[in-house]
Each structure stands twice: as C-alpha cells, then as structure tokens.
C-alpha cells in the first residue's frame, strides 16, 4: 500500500498523554484519494509513478480535460488537484480508492509537505533575520532595520546573485520531518498530528510514512476524545455479556 496520503488541514488543539505531558495537535481531514492514472516511468526505474487525486470539489466546476480523465478511471465525484506519487508493487492499481487507515496507524512517524503561508513584501530582517544596521545614535534614526551594505563597489562593481534581500515573502514548499500520529477519528477521517504544520487552514498538505513508530498515549478524556458509537455499543454488550455470566 502506498506510504503517504494527501489531507487538509483544519485547525491546531492542544492534548495531554497518559503521563501528563502537553501536546500541541494539528488536526488533517483525509478525505479518500483516488489512484486516477498511472504515468509511465523510466525501465530502469523500479517504482511506479501514480497520479493521486485529492480533496472534494463538484464535477460540473472542474476542467474538461481533468473531469474526462476522472469519468474515463471510473470516477464520478470532483477532485481539487492532481499530485504524483512513486509506489513499488503490486497492490494498487487505477480506480482504487485509498482511505485513512490504509496508511497511517497510531504511532506512525510522519513527514508533512505543505505551502506555507503568503507574507507579502518584507524587510531583510523578517524575512531572513537580519541584526539591523544599529540604533538611532549619530543621526541616523531611520537605519534600525536596513540591510546596510549590498556589496563592493570597484571590484566586482555589482550586486552578486543570490544576495539576501527584502523581497515576497512566504508561499514555499516546507517539509517537517519527525511528527507523530497520536490519534486516528475514523469516524470524521481526521488525524491527529503532533505539533504544527506549514501552510493555512484548509490548505492541502502531504503526509508521508517514514517507517519509524513512536509510543504516545494520549488521554482520551483530557484531551477530549470521544469514543465512536460502534465501539461504545461493543463495549456495553461486553458488560451485558460478563454480568449475565456472573449471574
């Protein structure tokens, strides 16, 4: 099965482990992604490249050419985009449907992509963190936050490429490694992430198994988990069952 999964991204919370311990918690809604098309890879390439579609959108507000490809795979609902994805066997094929659980247990250490959010125009000390030039002392009160110095003057005579300027800021691809699931709603498809993650609410962001687990426990009642239905009614009928036992 493939090792990562695209999800979006709701809003941050808090929650505490067994052992007392606060968590910062970023939840991600994982709606199904569709295995819409296989590219072709290189013969010397092992790995297969699938094309993934993610998030939900109406079929009658995309593309042409995407909502044909989409009919033509056996798919009848909107997707927001497509995104490639390298896999090495046998177990997924066009038309498949991958579903939260498939991937991602608790425990699991995650990598997540994402964009991160559009700052705009800024300075060289927000955006790079610059020092500043220095105080207001010897006239020269409007320096605080300069860059100063761009480069010699005779000898090169220019500003060399790649200097370090005030310039947009924001709006890059960002990778966060180490996080780990600490709680999977299969309920509401929603997974519980450990600490923060680039990008905006609502933004898409991808999260990739990383094949290393780690033992959190979170307190479900402390952080405000609430136990799905199905398992609440197994849990009754257990004690219907052990009590009619004993009697």
């Not at 290189?42 to 042409?64: H, L, Q, R, V």
């Amino acid at each position: 099965m493939l090792n990562q999964v695209f999800a979006t991204k709701l809003k941050m919370s808090q929650g505490w482990t067994t052992t007392g311990k606060r968590v910062a918690i970023t939840r991600c809604r994982v709606e199904s992604n569709l295995v819409v098309a296989e590219v072709k890879s290189p013969e010397t390439d092992s790995k297969k490249i699938f094309e993934i579609g993610y998030g939900t959108k109406k079929a009658k507000n995309m593309s042409k050419p995407l909502r044909t490809k989409l009919e033509k795979s056996g798919f009848s609902n909107g997707i927001l985009g497509l995104q490639g994805v390298h896999h090495e066997g046998e177990d997924v094929k066009v038309g498949d449907s991958i579903n939260l659980e498939q991937v991602l247990e608790v425990g699991d250490i995650v990598k997540v992509q994402g964009t991160s959010k559009g700052r705009g125009f800024g300075g060289v000390m927000k955006r790079h963190g610059f020092k500043g030039v220095g105080g207001r002392t010897h006239g020269q009160s409007d320096r605080q936050r300069a860059p100063g110095s761009i480069g010699s003057g005779t000898t090169p005579g220019r500003v060399l490429k790649g200097l370090r300027m005030a310039g947009h800021y924001g709006v890059e691809t960002i990778s966060i490694s180490n996080l780990t699931v600490l709680h999977i709603d299969s309920v509401n498809q929603e997974v519980w992430l450990s600490g923060p993650v680039p990008g905006s609410f609502n933004s898409i962001v991808r999260i990739e198994k990383m094949g290393k687990k780690k033992n959190i426990v979170l307190d479900k009642k402390a952080s405000g988990i609430k136990e799905a239905p199905v398992a609440v009614e197994k849990a009754e009928a257990s004690e219907v069952a052990s009590e009619a036992q004993t009697n």
